[in-house]
Structures are given as structure tokens and as C-alpha cells.
């Protein structure tokens, strides 16, 4: 299930929509044999410990442990122990740049992509910090009438990224034991996405990735539809749709400053484009 599947089925006090999902204890067993994928997910196991399953490889994980995964393979929490106490967040990329844009260019992409630190193990001192970061969060989500709900889910959620950057400063390094390897073909799919997150709106064209990325087209395809399940272009495509949603849903602009924003060459292209991949133009999004 991808976050915006997830997020339908919990209740609203959980999440924001196209944004963030932050289950807390009393909620965490919701997700017991639910297939997790495409998404970044934040593990915070305070007490006992859970199995989980990352494409084929199996990890029993014991408290205290912070789990900071890119998730590409399809994650699933398989068995928890009844003693259990975790938090499970999911931010999506847009969530996560817009709440650390006020961050130095560096430390943002260094908090954006913590693939080499996936596996964390903590002090009890600090399982207390993060684990009222993630109430501050919680709190902001439970407030729907906050007029800036949004906003302070965002800080909040700054500040915990800053206690976790603190934190693997003072540990310098990830254990060693930690599961971390990556591949070749790992790299090259982190790569991609990066560049996709970077330049998605202005470059739709599969080619210009794989250029920038030193691999024929066919390769990088290969490698993708491997990892996601999905073509090069997929992953383009649902960039800009949830983009597009975005603007339509949050914003004043015209279908034709949207269609100039994701870098169409004509505003009909835009409208196809949408319907085509969305089921409704953007007029009638807008308008539902």
C-alpha cells in the first residue's frame, strides 16, 4: 500500500491528506500484514520488539530502535510482540521539503536522504526525546479546527529530524550490524529519484534521467521496474500528477499557470495529460 492508501484507512485525526501519516501506539497494530512501499517510514520501537519483512529479507527488530527507511521494497510488519510500544510516520517528499526549506541546502538533503542510517539503536534517553517529537505531532494532527495544523505538523516534524541529526552525530556511525548494504542497482534507483525530485516539473523525458545518470534508457528501466514495479516514466508521471493535485486543490492558480508550472508546452497537453491519468480534467477535479 502506498501513504495515500494508508492514510485512507485511518481515522483523519492521524494524518494529512497527500502529506503525512503518523500512527501512534494505540494505532501501530493497524498495520500488522499491510505491504508498505513507496513512501519513507520512520520506525520508533520504544518497547518489545516486531519482525518485518523489506523485499526478501526478514529483520526481527528489538526496543530501543529508530528505523529511518526509504521504503522502495515493499515493507511488511509480519509479527509484534504483545508488549509492542512503536510509532510508525510516514512523510511523503513534499511534506518532508516543505517543513525543512528553511534548512541550509547541505543539512536539507542530508535530512531528505538517510539511506545510510537506516538502523538506529537508542538510549532509553533517547527514546523519551524522539518519542515526544512524535506527540508534538500527534497533538498538531489531532487538531482539525488549528488553522495552521499543517504548518505546525511541519515544524514539529523539523524539530524531530534536528534531535535524530543530533543523535547520529554523537553516534558518528550507524552499528555495524545494522541492515544497510546497498547495491549497485540500489544506488543507481536512489539516484534516479533524486533527480527525479529535483527536476521532475521541467524534464518529463526518460532520456534526460538516464543521461544525467550515465546508463542507457533500457538500463535504467530495467532497473526500476525492478526495484518499483514501474517504468522510469511512471515515476515522472506520479510526481506531476501529485503535483498538479496539489495545485488544483491548495492553490489559486489557472489550469493554464499549472500547465505552464509542470512545464507543458500547450495547456491542452496539461489537460490530456490529467485526465488521462486521473480519470477527470482538472476543471472537474477542481470543481469536485
Known amino acids: 500500500m502506498t501513504q495515500s492508501e494508508l492514510i485512507s ?7 494529512i491528506p497527500e502529506r503525512l501519516l503518523l500512527l501512534s501506539p494505540e494505532a501501530f497494530t493497524g498495520l500488522q500484514e499491510l505491504e508498505v512501499h513507496e513512501c519513507r517510514m520512520f520506525l520508533l520501537v520504544c518497547h518489545g520488539e516486531l519482525t518485518l519483512k523489506a523485499g526478501s529479507h526478514v529483520a526481527r527488530i528489538a526496543a530501543p530502535r529508530l528505523l ?7 515493507i511488511t510488519l509480519l509479527d509484534m510482540s504483545e508488549d509492542l510500544r512503536a510509532w510508525c510516520l510516514l512523510p511523503n517528499y513534499q511534506f518532508t521539503n516543505e517543513a525543512l526549506s528553511g534548512m541550509k541546502p ?6 531528505k536522504d538517510r539511506q545510510q542510517i537506516p538502523n538506529i539503536a537508542l538510549r532509553q534517553e533517547d527514546v523519551a526525546l524522539l518519542e515526544r517529537q512524535m506527540q508534538l505531532i500527534a ?3 489531532q487538531n482539525r479546527e488549528h488553522v495552521y495544523r499543517t504548518e505546525l505538523a511541519q515544524s514539529y516534524f523539523k524539530s524531530l529530524m534536528l534531535e535524530i541529526g543530533n543523535m547520529l552525530l554523537q553516534i558518528g556511525e550507524a552499528d555495524e550490524d545494522a541492515d544497510g548494504i546497498e547495491t549497485r542497482r540500489d544506488m543507481i534507483l536512489r539516484s534516479f529519484l533524486k533527480l527525479v525530485w529535483k527536476y521532475y516539473r521541467k524534464e518529463h523525458n526518460v532520456d534526460f534521467y538516464a543521461g544525467r545518470l550515465c546508463l ?16 522510469p516514466y511512471g515515476v515522472i508521471r506520479d510526481e506531476l500528477i501529485q503535483r498538479a493535485v496539489y495545485l488544483l486543490k491548495d492553490t489559486n492558480m489557472s489550469v493554464q499557470e499549472i500547465a505552464g508550472d509542470l512545464h507543458f508546452s500547450e495547456t491542452a497537453s496539461f489537460c490530456k495529460f490529467f485526465k488521462k491519468h486521473h480519470g ?9
Open 9 to 15: 484507512r485511518f481515522p483523519s485525526e492521524y494524518s
Open 68 to 74: 529511518d527507511m526509504l521504503v522502495w521494497e515493499p
Open 106 to 111: 547541505a543539512e536539507s538533503e542530508g535530512f
Open 139 to 141: 497533538t498538531a494532527l
Open 216 to 231: 542507457s534508457s533500457k538500463h535504467l528501466s530495467r532497473v526500476v521496474r525492478e526495484k518499483l514495479g514501474k517504468t
Open 280 to 288: 477527470v480534467s482538472p476543471t472537474v477535479f477542481r470543481r469536485m
